[in-house]
């Protein structure tokens, strides 16, 4: 069984920058991604990467956000750059079903807990 526990969300002011990471157990060798979701609003997978390497990211943050992964360490991590108060949520690690990856939500079958990013202008 898979678990995934994030960490690194907070409060910053706008053109802040922000690291999360999430470290994993079980079988995590397919896609993994960060996905969001703010009040009110739909989730939005904001990056994710794939058993190669291969990175997918949002329209939305792009040039902003990074992923990456630390295979060795199972850990998975999201920088954030120049953050803007819309990218205020709570932020979600996740697994994908096996054999793909992308940037659409119902692909991602485990989820994590969670950690709240919050901006300020």
């Known amino acids: 069984e898979v678990q995934l526990v994030e960490s690194g969300g907070g409060s910053v002011q706008a053109g802040g920058s922000l690291r999360l990471s999430c470290v994993a157990s079980?079988?995590?060798?397919?896609?993994m991604g960060w996905i969001r979701q703010a009040p009110g609003k739909e989730r939005e997978v904001v990056a994710s990467?794939?058993?190669?390497?291969?990175?997918y990211v949002a329209a939305s943050v792009k040039g902003r956000f990074t992923v990456s992964k630390d295979n060795a360490a199972n850990t998975l991590y999201l920088e954030m750059i120049n953050l803007q108060p819309d990218d205020t949520a709570t932020y979600y690690c996740?697994?994908?079903?096996?054999?793909?990856?992308?940037?659409?939500?119902?692909?991602?079958?485990?989820w994590g807990q969670g950690t709240q990013v919050t901006v300020s202008s």
């Open positions: 996740a697994v994908a079903r096996p054999w793909v990856c992308g940037l659409i939500v119902h692909i991602f079958e485990t």
């Open positions: 079980g079988d995590t060798t397919g896609c």
């Open positions: 990467i794939d058993r190669n390497g291969n990175t």
